[in-house]
């Protein structure tokens, strides 16, 4: 199995200091949507892996973030693309569940669901933060921060230390992984 995990918010759609509250607040960064087509017609599974603490703090219903990820699943789609499964974590930073990122659950759950051992598979994680490199260093992926202006990346090259750094693929979008990896 050819395997990517992605990131939601700052690698395939643009974030929001305010959340991503709705489905019309959700837009795609340019290439992201192609980009996945492209995996896929290479023979790569997609999935999400994101962190989602609006619903806890009230901000969106549990429905809504159906609705904001059956738009994304929706507009994918729209690029003969296809995202398997979306796995989010609907807690706040202090409610102390396994599946916040840089916590492993999200990942855990992925292994189960496909029948992986993901150090031994080694997929490609694309994320824009911290938590999100945490995550793949933890669980052995291959890491590939985005730095576009849609998300944190800048900022978490900013913190990452000169080993960090050397573990990491730096790139501007997610068109760029495709480009680098196909």
């Known amino acids: 199995m050819k395997l990517i995990i992605l990131d939601r918010d700052g690698v395939i759609n643009k974030e929001s200091r305010d959340y991503i509250k709705t489905p019309e607040e959700?837009?795609?960064?340019?290439?992201?949507?192609?980009?996945?087509?492209?995996f896929n017609k290479a023979g790569y599974t997609i999935v999400?892996?994101?962190?989602?603490?609006?619903?806890a703090r009230g901000y969106f219903t549990l429905e809504t973030l159906e609705a904001i990820h059956n738009k994304l699943h929706n507009e994918?789609?729209?690029?003969?693309?296809k995202i398997q499964k979306i796995y989010f974590c609907p807690h706040g930073p202090n409610d102390g569940c396994n599946c916040r990122k840089p916590k492993t659950g999200l990942c855990e759950q992925i292994a189960a669901d496909l029948n992986v051992d993901l150090k031994t598979l080694?997929?490609?994680?694309?994320?824009?933060?911290?938590?999100?490199?945490?995550?793949?260093?933890?669980?052995?992926?291959?890491?590939?921060l985005v730095t576009g202006p849609y998300g944190d990346g800048m900022e978490t090259l900013h913190?990452?230390?000169?080993?960090?750094?050397?573990?990491?693929?730096?790139v501007e979008d997610l068109a760029a992984v495709a480009n680098h990896i196909l």
């Open 26 to 38: 959700w837009q795609a960064i340019p290439g992201s949507l192609e980009a996945i087509a492209k």
């Open 48 to 55: 999400v892996a994101t962190n989602q603490s609006g619903v």
């Open 76 to 81: 994918v789609t729209k690029f003969d693309g």
């Open 122 to 144: 080694q997929p490609f994680f694309v994320g824009d933060s911290m938590r999100d490199f945490e995550l793949a260093n933890a669980t052995g992926c291959k890491f590939f």
């Open 159 to 170: 913190n990452l230390t000169a080993a960090q750094k050397s573990l990491i693929t730096v």
